[in-house]
């Protein structure tokens, strides 16, 4: 009966770019397949609503209304259901014609125009490593095709799609990759490997800031430090930091990487008696 169900499913979905209703629009981007990852990533526009919203969703999974109901990466379409309508949704070349292209079978990775943040995401996930983003890399859309043997190969198209933008790869000891573009790159110093080992770890995604204001990072980094900050009331809130902790880290590490993202929003603590303050490194012409 539920193989039924899945029949009915993809015999009543019609094949079109985008799912569309009165709330908003729905368009497949990517998709990636293999090394025990499978998923869509569907570009999501409410309506009357600013920027697209980018969502990596499994099969089953659910998302503002739009749920996954099949991913085929050989035929790079994704049946989905948008608030009550199914459709199947197949995958654009960045021009706007449908791809053409039909994948061979294994492991594959096909993107088409995703935004930078869903990119260092999956990065992050293949190269088992935890990434200091810069605040100046901008938004560049990325695409690309291929059928990787392996995730270390899937971590090498990245670092090759990120670099056709002018952002470099940077290692940073055996848990980081900074994130910096090419621009930036004789400025920053990776130093994880002076950092003390220790065998306490704190558990990957303890630390998950998306667009967080600066200023919560700069208490977050005090309590790992286990100081106050005198000064907190006047710490900015812009520029805001991304930090996605994707492996277990020491504390000193986690108080390695948010030194490093505060640094690079030109700020830095120094201490104040037993307690601290921030200041600008630079202060602005």
Known sequence: MKHLFWLFLVIQSVTVAIA??????????????????????????????????EFFLKEGQVQNDVEVLAIDSGKETVNVNVAGKTSSLELEEPDGTRSTNTLASGPSIHLVSIDLQPAISMYADFKKRTI?????????????????????EVAAIFEKMFSERNIATIPDGDKFVMIVPFAFTNSVIPHADAVGATNALIPSLSVNFVGVPVNMVLDVHADFLGRKIVNARDAPQIPTVTFV???????????????TLIAWRNLRFVPDGRDLKWERIHEPN
Request: charged share 20%.
């Open 20 to 53: 569309q209703t009165n709330e908003q629009t729905v368009k497949l981007i990517g998709i990636v397949d293999g090394f025990g990852i499978k998923l869509a990533i569907l570009k999501v526009q409410k309506t009357g609503s600013g920027s697209p919203s």
């Open 132 to 152: 200091l983003q810069h605040p100046e890399l901008g938004d560049p859309k990325l695409s690309v095709q291929a059928h990787p043997q392996s995730e270390a």
């Open 245 to 259: 902790q994707t492996t277990p880290l020491s504390k000193a590490e986690l108080c390695y990487a948010f030194e």
